[in-house]
């Protein structure tokens, strides 16, 4: 009854960016989270940043790309993005949204991930 589809990914030059979004159908939560992870080849999959959405919606950008990546969400259109600057190689990954039920849920509702490569 919930799908995840994020799109945007592609082939960049280092230096550059993308604009991720990630679109949430099927359902509507009064409360929830949107979140973006990333996996690259070889390692474990890593969480970026998310979006949680109650009484107020607040922001969360992990350290390593804080001040490169920005998140936003736009309500009215149930679609969060990821802005990505300053774009570097190891970036490359295949990007994922996910939604949780509630705050505090589990990520439950994932996406089948966007690829994004980023050359020297």
């Known amino acids: 009854q919930v799908q995840v589809v994020e799109f945007g990914g592609g082939l960049v030059q280092a230096g550059g960016s993308l604009r991720l979004s990630c679109a949430a159908s099927g359902r509507t939560f009064s409360s929830f989270r949107m979140g973006w992870f990333r996996q690259a080849p070889g390692k474990e999959r890593e969480f970026v940043a998310e979006i949680v959405w109650n009484d107020r919606r607040t922001d969360y950008t992990t350290d390593f790309v804080k001040g490169r990546f920005t998140i936003s969400f736009d309500n009215a259109k149930n679609t969060v993005y990821l802005q990505m600057n300053s774009l570097k190689p190891e970036d490359t990954a295949v990007y994922y949204c996910?939604?949780?039920?509630?705050?505090?849920?589990?990520?439950?509702?994932w996406g089948q991930g966007t690829q994004v490569t980023v050359s020297s």
């Open positions: 996910a939604l949780a039920q509630g705050p505090y849920g589990a990520y439950a509702y």
